[in-house]
């Protein structure tokens, strides 16, 4: 009989997600987190764009990192959480690569700058990144929480208050986090999510979709050479992420706008 | 209503009234689990599942802890007519903390360590009639007192891993501690100016094993189906019985002692379950307990229903419900029986939880009754009917981490 069982569940889809109860689900969508969590989030990414920083330096370039930053703030008021400060800046990194870190730090290799033809396909690097973020990946994947705020949450805050404890757990998930930025990388399905929306972004903002095909053609490129090895340990299969673009594309047919290659070489490719 | 007479030595038999071996589902573990009436087979994934089936903690959203207390816990237990047409009247109170579980779940697998007070009875008992003239010897004075103190507590370690998307497998081991203490001494004084008297003083402890093995699928979506095997095993079991008595007639007491190490049989004990959830909102469950003793054992098996139901109201609030059955494993009562009681107890629950971010608070209750039939004399077939209810106010509290 248990066999006949086991052959059964073959065909059915996640088990856990039908498990999972509302509250939970709540969570896990993102409509409920209070502003505890957020400042939690703002306060861990804060740590954790430092310790990507004492690795990794920002570059020297005043005028690039002016430009990205100009660039992706004008985004986030677009299309990032209302409730964050975004912050992007240019690591000296050679490798190609970007971090969204919670709490808005989003932070770019030199390496990826560098492999950028226009500010379209910029663009398409900070709105995927501002994706992460804003959809809570990182947060979601490390149960990131604040303190909360209730009376039921006093229970929480006397196990898990600013004390030695809660600072050790802190810098745990911080080095977690680490491992999940530059070694184990988010699910799949997260950077599909975050391709989506950055191709959105694109279009809304009036940028040329198609840079976002040039970028993943570039990306193959690199991979192929060995020359992205985080970036393919991290990430989907770029004819995967390819195709979401071309279906896209096939949809939108006048998603064609401005890639801005003048305005990005001046600023980025000096 | 029939009277049953009170002849000498035919003095009242302390039976069981709570924490007892006649029956299976006595405390119900975890607020969640027994708010739905312990149809918690096929869920069981927070930290009670070490108790109700380990292979479920493999889908607890995340590691936790969790206590429960049935906060306030009565049973009141009335044998009718029982004293020259009086009912004999036996109450049981008392404040129990009965559980507590940590999960802490790794990337392949989820482990626990648990807690419980499996059963308790704190019963307590001053009682005097007088005049009591429809006795086969009138009595001007009857007093009862009785103390009794039965615990059974489990603890252990739990272990679960998924066997694939959509299959668990887990297992707990608990140590099996049970702890039994009876005092009771009665007088009788007769108007013919002879007395009666027994002082008795019980104490049993067993110690033993509990394994649990649990099997949990998914053999459709929104389907879950749970099955756990379980048995305790004594290791060592010790009775120690010293009695006084002084009959109706005789001038003297009499002294006597048992001393027995023989171990009471434990059933075999399958329980089943279903779930199905039909949404984040609601989730609809039933068991069906199967109880299994040796054929030596003069237990009858026992086969339990129960279903529950759990409903959010919103991501915050949620209603619980459910009903069970506690039927009784003793055979039905016969002329060469004695001191036998058998009950059958229908139960229903109720509560209440809210939740927040990391933490719920859940608030129940759970109520059963039953009615039956009780050899209540010493050395005595005779029946009296009896009824018996119980009322357990719950909290207990989850935090996930």
Redesign the interface.
Known sequence: M?AG??A???S?????D??????????LNG????AA?VKAEIEFGRGLAARILNTYPLVGDVVMQKYVATLGAGLAAQVGRPELTFHFAVIDSPDVNAYACPGGYILLTHGLVKLLANEAELVGVLAHEIAHVNERHVVKKL?L?GK?D?A??G??AM??GATASFRVAIQTLSAEAMKLLFEEGLMASEEVDADKIAIRALHATGHDVNAWVTLLEKLRKNLAAGQAKVLAKTHPKVEDRMQLVHAYLKNNPNAAGRTNEQRFTRYAHP | MRTLKLAPLALLCALTARADMDHQKNTLIGGRAATMAGAYTA?S?DASGAFHNPAGLA?A??SSFSGSANAYSTTDTTYKAAIDGRDWQRESANLKPNFFGVVQKTKNQTFAFSYALTDSLVEHQDQIWQNLTGTVDPIDLYVLNLHTEDNTYLVGPSWSRK?????SFGASLFYHYRVYRRAQSQFLQYTDGDDEASYNNVTKKEKGLRPKVG?M??????W??G?TLAKTHLVTALTDAQENEKAKGNATYSFAQTKSRRKRGTPLELETGVAY?PS??L?VSANVDYYYFAADEARDDVMNLSVGA?W?L???H?LRGGLYTNRTNTPELTSVSRNREHIDLYGLTAGYT????????TFGTVASRGEGKAQIYTGSAAKADVSRTTLDFLIS?D?G?
Do not use: C, H
């Open positions: 248990i069982l086991l059964l569940t073959i059915v889809t996640s088990a856990q039908f498990r999972m109860r509302a509250p939970k689900v709540a969570q409509a409920t987190y209070s969590d149960k929480k909360g209730s039921v949450d229970l929480g196990i898990g | 869920i994934d889908w959203t995340s066997l694939n998307d959509k299959a099997l699928l998914t053999p459709k979506d929104k879950s189906v099955v959830f984040a909102f989730v759990e959010f919103s991501e915050k949620a809210l939740y927040s971010q990391q933490s719920a608070i509290a935090y981490f």
